[in-house]
């Protein structure tokens, strides 16, 4: 059963912009903060960005501040990713996360990730 599922992603140039969603089950979309990781070929995985259920609260990473943003349709029990100006060093596999909690180190739910790569 499926429980958070990413889709949205693909190849883009520099400066491009680029929407990623995320699906989750309603018990987890309704009382779960939601976010979004990334991780990039030999590195490490590290968080985007994150919403709580109410969507009152939003975290960034300061690497994509200015530049992302996350936000919630709750009639959708979707999550979306808005990226722009994107970089080449944005390029990775994106993941969508639940958690009870923030911060959310150790994440209770992932997806299954949507490759973003931002090349010219």
């Known amino acids: 059963q499926v429980q958070v599922a990413e889709s949205g992603g693909g190849l883009v140039q520099p400066g491009d912009s680029l929407r990623l969603s995320c699906v989750a089950s309603g018990r987890i979309f309704r009382n779960y903060f939601l976010g979004w990781f990334r991780q990039a070929p030999g590195k490490e995985r590290e968080f985007v960005a994150a919403?709580?259920?109410?969507?009152?609260?939003?975290y960034l990473a300061d690497s994509v501040k200015g530049r992302f943003t996350i936000s919630r349709d709750n009639a959708k029990n979707t999550v979306y990713l808005q990226m722009s100006s994107l970089k080449p060093e944005d390029t990775a596999l994106y993941y969508c996360?639940?958690?009870?909690?923030?911060?959310?180190?150790?994440?209770?739910?992932w997806g299954q990730g949507t490759q973003v790569t931002v090349s010219a």
């Open positions: 919403i709580s259920y109410s969507g009152g609260s939003k």
């Open positions: 996360a639940a958690n009870v909690l923030y911060p959310m180190p150790t994440p209770d739910y």
